[in-house]
């Protein structure tokens, strides 16, 4: 676990990294002096409070947010200074929310994900039409190739924009709050899908609200709290109960969880527990 940026900053590992940035909206800061990174090849969840700024940080890293002091850079160029499609190649987003055209087929839909290879010089080519069929094949989309967007469940709508993202075919995805919305058997269906992604070679970054599902999926995380990286590494070194407390302010225990070993957590009971968390934790006999 990390308790302090720095070492990220300098991380030749890291294709994606953040340093020393101002970033906000319409003048209003959410994060001041803010370094962080993504490791290549990882799975990079990023957890916290509602409106601590994990968003505004996935944005900035999109380039859909430019900010005010330090730079974004990508495999060790500011990425402010490259061109869009280049940017494009590279990194993909699925944002929070999400609006298809009114009237636009599934194929169709999927099919704008090729926009960044394309060209007045190169048109579509067979290298599009199969990047296409793949994405839609990788998200069990096939069969819906024809139907109307407007038509589908909200599951089917989130993979219909993973299948577009996938179409980009860029080695870095993006995603902000990808399963909020959705019940909890597309959350976990969608988080397979991404699981699977990973294990191919895609770096993952996703804001992820549910700490569960975090620290199953994700291999490595960044924790923010009031605009800032309170710390970051691997799920099983951070998530203790006395960083739940700490980041969120509840009182837990940090279990393993069943199926997977992975941590869970599980509120205490304000009524009946006193005393730091971890205490209580030991005091049970349910922690190392």
Same mark, same amino acid.
């Given at each position: ?72 850079? $990508? ?90 993202? $996938? ?118 006999? $349910?922690?190392?």
């Amino acid at each position: 676990m990390h308790d302090h940026q720095e070492p990220f900053d300098r991380d030749p590992s890291s294709r994606l990294r953040i340093e020393h940035a101002t970033i906000g909206y319409d003048r209003r800061v959410i994060s001041r002096d803010l370094t962080t990174a993504i490791p290549a090849g990882s799975f990079t969840a990023i957890i916290g409070p509602n409106g601590c700024g994990k968003s505004t940080l996935l944005r900035a890293f999109a380039r859909v947010l430019t900010p005010a002091e330090g730079r974004v850079l $990508l495999d060790g160029r500011a990425i402010s200074s490259m061109r869009a499609k280049e940017v494009a190649r590279e990194l993909g987003l699925l944002a929070q929310t999400s609006f298809a055209p009114d009237g636009i087929r599934v194929a169709d839909l999927v099919a704008r994900g090729r926009a960044p290879h394309q060209s007045l010089l190169q048109q579509w080519q067979q290298a599009d039409e199969d990047a296409v069929t793949a994405a839609l094949a990788a998200t069990n989309l096939s069969d819906l190739s024809g139907r109307l967007v407007d038509e589908l469940s909200g599951g089917q709508r989130q993979r219909v924009w993973v299948a577009m993202l $996938l179409a980009q075919q860029t080695s870095i995805m993006l995603l902000d709050e990808p399963t909020t919305f959705l019940d909890i058997a597309h959350q976990y269906e969608l988080l397979e899908l991404f699981r699977t992604l990973h294990e191919g070679g895609k770096t993952l970054v996703a804001v992820l609200h549910d700490l569960g599902q975090a620290a199953r999926y994700a291999d490595h995380l960044i924790v923010m709290r009031d605009g800032q990286v309170v710390t970051t590494g691997p799920p099983a070194e951070v998530i203790t109960p006395e960083l739940i407390e700490r980041v969120f302010g509840l009182r837990c225990l940090v279990l393993p969880d069943q199926v997977t070993g992975t941590p869970t957590v599980v509120p205490l009971d304000p009524r009946t527990v006193s005393g730091p968390a971890g205490s209580a934790a030991n005091e049970v006999g $349910l922690t190392p």
